[in-house]
């Protein structure tokens, strides 16, 4: 992944709730469900939307369980079901909330992309080897059609 790469965030209804502040670290850093996510090596989106898509007292109820697992005494248990709330709250509504597909298309597309570039890279071919065999591809198949449509036209018209 090239370094333009990480400074992109996708934009998504769940941004609010991933990016929310859950803990602090012992460095000193927030906890974000979004990190929480990724170190169990979750699609953060997807499982966003999963969670969206449940009851919130679901919600609130795993939530208090990261924040205790995550930081035992930073609040009172009276205080993890508020945060817990404050957090599941920034979710977006089911009927609101968007296919999956949709959401995770462009962060898989460049994962996917990424994989490409080393591929090619390992493979010692240039980065533009996809798009000549793409441009291949679409010439052969407008010849052939072109082709089937000359054979149709002329039985239809002879």
Known sequence: MSNRDLGI????????FLYASIATEPNGSSLTMLSI?????????????????????????????????????????????KKAAEVAALLPLPEWLPDVTLVTAPIK??????????RLDQAGLPRWTPVVVLVLIIAIASVTLASLLHGVWLSIFK
């Open 37 to 81: 996510f990724a170190r169990s090596g979750i699609d953060p989106w997807s499982e966003a939307a999963r969670w969206g898509r449940q009851q919130r007292e679901i919600t609130i109820t795993r939530l208090i369980k990261i924040i205790e697992d995550s930081s035992p005494a930073s609040f009172s248990n009276e205080g993890n079901q």
């Open 109 to 118: 597309a460049t994962v996917i992309a990424n994989g490409l570039k080393k």
């Open 9 to 16: 965030i996708p934009q998504s209804a769940f941004n609010p």
